[in-house]
């Protein structure tokens, strides 16, 4: 059975920075698509940032490019994202999420069948 766990989620202020991590379990995880997804109360999910597992060609939505990174650890088990200069706009619970690569084929809008339960990112001015 697959799973995704996040942590790392919590409470920081403006321009601080914050580290995402998502173990993962149940899946070989060499051909993958994964990324991170964020949902604010009232709004829509979005994609903020993806990366093919298999080479690491990533992805990322306007609104965080210079400011988060996507990675993956050395045995593709874990997957982090890097939150720099975040702002109050950045608030919101952080999904994992990862689904089967077809063709390489990884960005923000890719379709993901496993996703993870979510950890709470909140931002204060």
């Known amino acids: 059975q697959v799973q995704l766990v996040e942590s790392g989620g919590g409470a920081v202020q403006a321009g601080g920075s914050l580290r995402l991590s998502c173990s993962v379990f149940?899946?070989?995880?060499?051909?993958?698509?994964m990324g991170w997804f964020r949902q604010a109360p009232g709004k829509e999910r979005e994609g903020v940032a993806a990366?093919?597992?298999?080479?690491?060609?990533?992805s990322y939505a306007d609104s965080v490019k210079g400011r988060f990174t996507i990675s993956q650890d050395s045995t593709l088990t874990t997957l982090y994202l890097q939150m720099n200069s975040l702002k109050p706009e950045d608030s919101a619970m952080y999904y994992c999420?990862?689904?089967?690569?077809?063709?390489?084929?990884?960005?923000?809008?890719?379709?993901?069948?496993?996703w993870g339960k979510g950890t709470l990112v909140t931002i204060s001015s």
């Open positions: 149940g899946v070989i995880t060499s051909n993958l698509c």
């Open positions: 999420a990862a689904t089967y690569s077809i063709g390489e084929r990884c960005d923000v809008d890719s379709g993901m069948k496993y």
């Open positions: 990366i093919y597992t298999g080479g690491g060609r990533t």
